[in-house]
């Protein structure tokens, strides 16, 4: 979820070193994962963490930040550049999201006082938090360090459900260690903590959940329950805990979540924890494994992945070799330091969600709250799918790179729906739907999963059990609980939809404009699963209905042409402005205009044909003055910093003017995505906006829901090799540079290409693209009518 937060500052940055020559294009960087800048985004905005995960790791473990006020994270990532203390290291995290916050779970705190009051009222985050400096500080892929304040050096490693930190205490001070148990990013219902002197040990667990709590009851509640054993190399000097107000020197144990107050937040002064001391001047290592099933699978996933006697190095190393694999999937030849360091930390953004979510026996909580076990050769079960934003592009690049990911993925989201009554959460975050957001992304997603490659989960089930929820109204389907953001049914007034064809002004949905265009998506994206198992009747069915887009099309809703808009249930069109969001989810009509990606012929006829169309695309892009419209310049233009805008550059492809969409989409990668804290232009909505980027500067983008037609811009890079799940795709784009952006010539395998699009057959089998750039655009190359991208055009209902 996005909410169009403006980069407000640019923030210093050390260079990130990289290991790469750059005379010869073709070389290729030696270690990507070096490459990394995990600070990218930490800024105003972006709300990832700069801690330490593996790809799609359970364990993400990084530093919260605090602005002096305890029950209010710094950021939703837990994170904020420009908040320079820290109140603990927390084992979980999500990157890029909107609301509040989310998980944060089980902070370590070292601090160098003696513990004389409770932590649960150090309201401001006055005594217990301690300052720190960036120029004391470095995040790097699967590791993190920071030397504090008050004189504890701290580092932190990753492995996948587990991980390891290193506290080195001053001399001459106290050597405490905070263990705050209670205190998720937005707070818990329940808390425990046990210490075992004898064993060195710390235990327990939080009850959580609670994301976007602050904006309707409906997510006012816990839905899952993390389990963590912390297990230390050093013996403790002393223990103690503490519930609410209440501090207990030398107890070993301790109860009590903060509970959710009054809009969702945590109140003040509530919680509980407990505490260890070490003698002053000790260098303390602790090996932490963490479970959402039980304190058993917590401590046999960290024996599992950390041995007893692992060293902090010895982590850090596995670490970096498996960002290095998993970042390796693309490898780049040429660009700047920067370019690649950009382009690798999107890549790494996007693969640090979804979440494996099950222990190394195979066990997760699911959504009826009960221990299930993959089987059927699923690997892995995954949690926190941030479905809105990422069934756009992250979740095909995801499956494209490592296709049993995402098929485990695609099967894991059929899990949770199974456990969930049938119901297919639109924004799942461990073992609870939250509903946030709009529309049935769940469908886009699965099919394209599919269409990327994902081949190994249980298809037949999947569509069936999609067809059932988009052909039978349940009672969710009509209930206001949780609207406008976090509406409840999987399928928002289904009744309108089967009955008028369209949702309507007034109905159980977020907006009814909005949810039309979505729900029109997802029955395209179903149409292409009933495509897949044979269903030819029911591909015809839900094509027909992805037409529907159409009956929310007002040709005379302004003198300058059509809009879509809201509609009321008696066919009437209530006043309306372009610039308007009524209607409409975190944009505009003039953004949502657009989104018709399966039938952009269709949508460009319906504005009086290409040439009007394109005249319109020209208006939404640029201002007034004629200058480049991307983003900040208002509601009648593109927000390339939020997903309802991202897939609209592209459309020049099909308006026979491919380089405005290399112009465009060149000028968004070299100024509001950047090597620094405020590197990207907005929430990174679990990867989602990352993906973009990925995708940009390889000159591809996915465009089409459910299918792998790739539409096409300019490459960012001379030269890069995607290793798709079908084979290599080998792209070549010699003097690739700021000036030669705009493609004369391409050729496919060695054969001439005169279109700004390419079949499915290269995501499927592979292929070698020959670009020739440059610096001047050619307006013959992919302009012909014929050249265009493919449309769907539903037949007329």
């Given amino acids: 979820m996005a909410t169009s937060i403006r980069v407000i500052a640019l923030c210093a940055l050390l260079a990130v070193p990289l290991v790469s020559a750059a005379a010869d294009p073709r070389q290729q960087i030696l270690s990507p994962a070096a490459a990394v800048n995990p600070l990218i985004g930490s800024s105003h905005g972006g709300n990832t963490f700069p801690g330490a995960v593996l790809p799609f790791g359970m364990l993400q473990w990084s530093p919260e930040n605090t602005r002096g006020k305890h029950n209010r994270t710094a950021a939703p990532g837990g994170y904020l550049y420009e908040a320079a203390r820290i109140r603990g290291f927390s084992l979980t995290h999500l990157s890029g999201t909107g609301c509040a916050g989310a998980s944060g779970d089980v902070p370590f705190m070292p601090v160098t006082t003696p513990i004389t009051s409770s932590p649960s009222s150090d309201d401001d985050d006055s005594r217990y938090a301690s300052d720190f400096r960036h120029a004391d500080e470095q995040a790097k892929a699967g ?260 296709p049993r990911v995402g098929s485990d993925i695609a099967q894991s989201l059929y899990n949770q729906a199974g456990q969930n009554h049938g119901e297919w959460d639109r924004w799942t975050h461990n073992s609870g739907g939250t509903h946030v957001m709009s529309g049935d992304p769940s469908v886009p997603a699965l099919a394209g999963i599919a269409a990327f490659g994902g081949q190994h989960f249980d298809l037949r089930g999947v569509y069936h059990s999609l067809r059932t929820a988009a052909t039978i109204v349940t009672a969710n389907d009509l209930s206001d609980a949780g609207c406008n953001v976090e509406c409840v049914g999987q399928r928002p007034s289904l009744d309108q939809w089967l009955k008028l064809h369209y949702i309507a002004s007034q109905s159980h949905a977020w907006g009814g404009a909005g949810e039309t265009l979505e729900s029109a998506t997802a029955d395209f994206a179903l149409s292409e699963l009933a495509r897949r198992v044979g269903d030819h009747a029911g591909q015809q069915q839900f094509l027909t209905r992805a037409g529907y887009w159409r009956n929310l099309f007002n040709p005379a809703a302004t003198p300058q042409g059509g809009y879509i808009q809201n509609r009321n249930n008696d066919g009437s069109w209530p006043a309306f402005k372009p610039d308007t969001d009524e209607g409409f989810v975190e944009g505009s009509a003039a953004v949502y205009l657009w989104m018709v990606p399966f039938d952009v012929h269709g949508l460009f006829d319906a504005l009086g044909g290409r040439e009007k169309a394109t005249a319109r695309l020209d208006a939404f892009f640029h201002d007034t003055d004629g200058h480049w419209a991307l983003t900040g310049a208002g509601p009648l233009h593109a927000e390339l910093d939020n997903e309802p805008s991202v897939g609209t550059p592209w459309l020049y492809d099909y308006a026979g003017q491919p380089w405005k969409t290399q112009k465009a989409v060149r000028i968004v990668l070299d100024t509001i995505w950047k090597n620094a804290p405020d590197g990207i232009p907005g929430n990174d909505d679990l990867g989602q906006m990352s993906s973009w980027y990925v995708w940009a500067a390889l000159g591809l983008y996915p465009e089409i829901p459910g299918r792998a037609e790739l539409l096409l811009g300019s490459p960012l890079f001379p030269h890069a090799v995607v290793h798709g799940s079908g084979g290599d795709v080998v792209i070549d784009a010699p003097g690739a540079d700021p000036e030669r952006l705009y493609v004369h010539a391409l050729s496919v395998d060695g054969k001439p290409h005169t279109k700004p699009w390419l079949p499915t057959s290269l995501v499927e089998h592979g292929g070698h693209l020959q670009f020739t750039l440059q610096s001047e655009p050619d307006r013959s190359w992919g302009g012909a009518a014929a050249d265009a991208p493919p449309s769907f055009p539903p037949p007329r209902s």
């Fill in 143 to 402: 590791y993190y360090q920071v030397k504090l304040a008050n004189g504890t050096d701290v580092e932190l490693a990753a492995a996948m459900r587990s991980g390891v930190a290193r506290f080195g205490f001053p001399a001459g001070k106290k050597a405490n260690l905070l263990i705050r148990t209670s205190d998720s990013e937005v707070g818990s219902s329940a808390a425990t903590v046990q210490v075992d002197r004898m064993r060195r040990t710390v235990s327990g667990s939080v009850t959580s959940g609670n994301f976007c709590g602050y904006l309707s009851e409906a997510n006012q509640r816990s839905y899952y329950t993390l389990y963590f054993v912390a297990e230390f190399d050093q013996p403790f000097t002393q223990t103690g805990s503490w519930h609410d107000d209440q501090l207990q020197p030398g107890s070993t144990e301790a109860s009590g979540g903060t509970s959710y107050a009054a809009k969702g937040f945590p109140p003040l002064g509530k919680g509980s924890g407990a505490w260890v001391g070490f003698k002053p001047g000790s260098k303390v290592q602790a090996r932490v494994g963490i479970s959402y099933v039980s304190l058993e699978n917590a401590k046999a996933n960290l024996d599992a992945e950390i041995h007893p006697g692992t060293t902090l190095a010895q982590v850090r190393q596995r670490a970096t070799a498996s960002w290095d694999k998993a970042l390796g999937g693309i490898t780049l030849g040429g660009g700047s330091s920067d370019q690649r360091t950009t382009f690798y930390t999107t890549l790494y953004h996007v693969m640090m969600h979804p979440n494996v979510y099950s222990d190394v026996n195979g066990e997760y909580r699911g959504f009826d709250q009960r221990t299930h076990r993959v089987s059927n050769g699923q690997q892995a079960q995954y949690a926190n799918f941030s479905g809105w934003d990422i069934y756009r592009s992250h979740l095909q690049l995801v499956t494209w790179l490592q």
